[in-house]
């Protein structure tokens, strides 16, 4: 028996329980990506105008107020 026979031996693969551990955290992340992509497009954005016209209201009122 050499070395190599016996590292060869020795040799250890993850097996079933490693597979399960990378498809179980694969499958995490699928689902909370999914979640995240629901909550974004929940958010409601304003667009450039909108917020535009905001500033000019807020500022055309502070001013009529001084």
Same mark, same amino acid.
């Given at each position: 028996m050499t070395a190599l026979d016996t590292a060869t031996q @020795? #040799?250890?693969?993850p097996g079933l329980v490693g597979f399960l551990v990378v498809a179980g955290l694969g499958l995490a992340l699928y689902l909370l990506v999914k979640s995240m992509r629901k909550? @974004?497009? %929940?958010? #409601?954005?304003?667009?450039?105008?909108?917020? %535009?016209?905001? @500033?000019?209201?807020?500022?055309?009122?502070?001013?009529?107020a001084s």
């Amino acid at each position: 028996m050499t070395a190599l026979d016996t590292a060869t031996q @020795l #040799e250890v693969s993850p097996g079933l329980v490693g597979f399960l551990v990378v498809a179980g955290l694969g499958l995490a992340l699928y689902l909370l990506v999914k979640s995240m992509r629901k909550q @974004l497009s %929940r958010i #409601e954005v304003p667009s450039e105008a909108e917020v %535009r016209d905001e @500033l000019k209201k807020q500022n055309g009122s502070t001013a009529a107020a001084s």
